[in-house]
């Protein structure tokens, strides 16, 4: 029996109502895991030893945790150590979204949020931040995905759990942001790019974005640029097993131009990418990048 739960692995999808919890759960379910909905968190350990002692056919599980169920989300944290300490190899993966993106979904779809049945939206939103913030703080994974379409959630999430390889045990979130709009609140660490050729001032580039290939190509051509990203890579293979010995399991990278739509976006992109080729999970976020 307890080989039996050794071998299952599972997948804890928890986080912020309207972060994309359903459609995380879509793509695990399309991956081969087999998908629970709005289990309490107190069941997690009994439904582990039931699919023991059922053997049934099944070593991938996801399982969506989250605040529907009020203040049982408090019990999340110790039931996943109960998982681990059986010997099942858990995972816990926090989605988030920015307060903006979150209300936008929500008037989209027109559901009501599981913390604003009889109020405003803001204020479910805010209740919920401040009742899932432990959980936050012992994620495995923290994703944000504000600026992610589907394609791109569906391709950090199969990263993540699809992998071949094991990724180190730290996860960097890597922040595009326009410094006319503020310094992320949660940065870690802030790198300046104003210094960087600059597209805003080419007409045909201007209306475009970091992330298409004709603007990357501008602001990537400049010796400065190659210059930068060669010494932020080497400064990060530096940094990165200095803080996961100390502990830390996640980081939030800010990188930031003028208006966040052109520079920082296109070094944001070549960050993350260099780090999953060293083996580091990383995703690349832009906050500002419609505005």
Do not use: W
Request: aromatic share 8%.
């Amino acid at each position: 029996m307890i080989d039996e739960v050794m071998r299952m692995q599972f997948v804890i999808v928890t986080g912020m109502s309207g972060a994309g919890k359903t459609s995380v759960a879509h793509v695990l379910e399309d991956s081969g895991y087999y998908c629970i909905d709005n289990l309490p968190p107190t069941l997690l350990s009994n439904f582990a030893s039931l699919c023991s002692s059922a053997n049934l056919s099944m070593d991938k599980v996801a399982l969506v945790v989250d605040a529907r169920g009020g203040e049982q989300i408090s019990s999340l944290g110790e039931e996943v150590d109960k998982l681990k300490k059986n010997g099942n190899h858990c995972s816990l993966l926090f989605l988030e979204a920015t307060d903006e993106s979150i209300i936008k979904r929500y008037k989209e779809t027109r559901r009501k949020h599981p913390q604003a049945a009889e109020g405003r939206l803001e204020e479910g939103i805010a209740r919920e931040r401040e009742l899932l913030s432990d959980i936050r703080g012992r994620a495995d994974y923290v994703l944000d995905t504000s600026g992610l379409l589907t394609r791109q959630l569906k391709e950090q999430v199969l990263s993540l759990f699809e992998k071949k390889e094991p990724f180190e045990n730290i996860s960097v979130n890597v922040v595009s942001f326009g410094f006319k709009y503020g310094i992320p609140l949660d940065s870690d660490l802030v790198f300046d790019v104003r210094f960087l050729p600059n597209p805003f001032y080419e007409s045909e580039l201007k209306e475009h974005t970091g992330l298409e290939k004709e603007v990357q190509e501008f602001v990537l051509r400049a010796d400065e640029s190659q210059e930068f990203l060669k010494k932020l890579e080497q400064l990060f293979l530096f940094l990165l097993p200095q803080y996961i010995k100390e502990g830390k399991t996640q980081l939030v990278v800010a990188i930031g131009c003028t208006g966040g739509k052109h520079r920082s976006v296109t070094v944001a992109e070549q960050l993350a990418k260099s780090l999953l080729k060293h083996r580091y999970f990383a995703v690349a976020n832009h906050r500002d990048i419609k505005k």
